[in-house]
């Protein structure tokens, strides 16, 4: 089994930078998946594989991995950003299982 | 544009069966290229993974649920469902549905995997009570 941690809350003001972070023995081995959710939303995806934006997301939405820790990085948060941020990953067991995050609340002031 | 959609009762009795329905549209449920999900989050609780059924059959659970879960697809209607049997009120989540990647890139000659959830349905509120 695997564990994916995250900082429960983070802050930015508008238009700075701002690092979400995601720890676990898994990422040594994969890449993390990241989703935003907003209140009462389903989760969206933002960012995939080692640095992958689906269409339709900004640019300024990007990821990194080092180690044990994936970050997802947001280059001038806008306040449409503030949202719930979960990361996720294949299971370092290699069987297929998932695990997510219990995510980051990302408030931007 | 692909599209989830679950469905199913809203309410359901401690000790009974949960059982949903996951409906795709605007692609095929049999495509070898994705596999699918279910996720739920408890009211104010974040995301937990609940099981995947490949292409194959192949069908993978959490390790918490495996015992009370299954998931099965209907190609012919281009579904599929989750049934959790013996659920209380811990079970109480909104479900979500969603289609599975998988992909895989080199660094150097060392392969690393990665996988995505999406789209996402938009998830349906399960209470348990009686």
């Known amino acids: 089994s695997s564990e994916l941690t995250q900082d429960p809350a983070v802050s930015v003001a508008l238009g700075q930078t701002v690092r979400i972070t995601c720890q676990g023995d898994?990422?040594?081995?994969?890449?993390a998946s990241w989703y935003q959710q907003k209140p009462g939303q389903a989760p969206v995806l933002v960012i995939y594989?080692?640095?992958n934006r689906p269409s339709g997301i900004p640019d300024r939405f990007s990821g990194s991995s080092s180690g044990n820790t994936a970050s997802l990085t947001i280059t001038g948060a806008q306040a449409e950003d503030e949202a719930d941020y979960y990361c996720?990953?294949?299971?370092?067991?290699?069987?297929?299982?998932?695990?997510f995050g219990g995510g980051t609340k990302l408030t931007v002031l | 544009q692909l599209q989830l959609q679950e469905s199913g009762p809203g309410l359901v009795k401690p000790s009974e069966t949960l059982s949903l329905t996951c409906t795709v549209s605007?692609?095929?449920?049999?495509?070898?290229?994705?596999?699918w999900g279910w996720i739920r989050q408890p009211p104010g609780k974040g995301l937990e993974w609940i099981g995947s059924?490949?292409?194959?059959?192949?069908?993978y659970y959490n390790p918490s649920l495996k015992s009370r879960v299954t998931i099965s697809v209907d190609t012919s209607k281009n579904q599929f469902s989750l049934k959790l049997s013996s659920v209380t009120a811990a079970d109480t989540a909104v479900y979500y549905c969603?289609?599975?990647?998988?992909?895989?890139?080199?660094?150097?000659?060392?392969?690393?995997?990665?996988?995505?959830?999406?789209?996402w349905g938009q998830g349906t509120l399960v209470t348990v009570s009686s």
């Open positions: 594989g080692k640095n």
């Open positions: 996720n990953s294949r299971d370092s067991s290699g069987n297929h299982h998932v695990v």
């Open positions: 898994s990422l040594r081995s994969y890449y």
């Open positions: 605007g692609g095929s449920i049999s495509s070898s290229s994705y596999y």
């Open positions: 059924i490949y292409y194959s059959g192949s069908t």
């Open positions: 969603a289609r599975g990647g998988l992909g895989i890139t080199m660094i150097v000659v060392v392969p690393r995997q990665y996988n995505w959830f999406d789209p």
